[in-house]
């Protein structure tokens, strides 16, 4: 059972369109939520993070938006480029435990 | 700045064989984590160190085994290997909650 639910599964956007991708969570203890970034072959790289004190992060064209009592949270994407198309992961834990990855959404940016 | 190194970057083994698998943390990084990436999939957790120690179990077979040396690097071992093994083998390193990882380890069972 996925304890983190990832939506959608692949996303194809224009270049400078919003990419939207959404995480849902059950755990109530989880106390961090990073965004991977995944190139093929290559390692998850960390995007961007939120704590559940606040309810959005920004970072340069990266955002994060999070809704504590709906246990959902999402990664926006503005003026998508080719060079964004990757893999991307949601993530959950609580303090120092491992991640638990949501199941990836694979993100093509077409030019 | 310093990133997760892992060691080897590929590893082709037969059927039963072992392998091992070396992971050297960012400096000043006490935890180490282990994560599995099969085609297509999302990682899943294996193993973590704290202070050496093991500090958190996940979905890792008895065949394999991890620990973390004095140095801090960590190894996982991985015995009486299945083609079902194939797969890119993470490791990551935190100091504060935040997760750095490797380039990974791609490992094939012929």
């Known amino acids: 059972q996925q304890q983190v639910k990832q939506s959608p599964q692949s996303l194809i956007v224009q270049k400078g369109g919003i990419s939207i991708i959404n995480c849902a969570y059950e755990?109530?203890?989880?106390?961090?939520f990073p965004w991977y970034q995944q190139f093929p072959g290559k390692g998850p790289a960390l995007l961007i993070a939120?704590?559940?004190?606040?309810s959005e992060k920004k970072e340069g064209r990266f955002t994060i938006s999070f809704n504590k009592s709906a246990k959902q949270f999402s990664l926006h994407i503005m003026d998508s480029q080719p060079g964004d198309s990757a893999t991307y992961f949601c993530?959950?834990?609580?303090?120092?435990?491992?991640?638990?990855f949501g199941s990836g959404t694979r993100l093509q940016v077409q030019p | 700045a310093a990133g997760v190194i892992q060691s080897p970057r590929h590893l082709i083994k037969e059927k039963r064989e072992t392998a091992t698998l070396k992971c050297y943390p960012i400096?000043?990084?006490?935890?180490v984590y282990w994560y599995q990436q099969g085609p297509g999939q999302d990682p899943q957790f294996l193993i973590s160190?704290?202070?050496?120690?093991?500090?958190d179990k996940g979905s890792i077979p008895d065949r394999f085994s991890a620990q973390q040396f004095s140095d801090y690097h960590s190894e996982l071992n991985m015995s009486s290997l299945e083609l079902g093994d194939s797969a890119l083998y993470f490791c990551?390193?935190?100091?504060?909650?935040?997760?750095?990882f490797g380039e990974g380890s791609r490992l094939t069972v012929l």
């Open positions: 990551a390193s935190s100091f504060t909650g935040e997760l750095f």
């Open positions: 400096p000043r990084h006490d935890t």
């Open positions: 755990n109530t203890a989880f106390d961090y």
């Open positions: 160190f704290y202070e050496k120690m093991q500090s």
């Open positions: 993530a959950a834990s609580t303090g120092r435990r491992a991640l638990t």
């Open positions: 939120i704590r559940p004190d606040v």
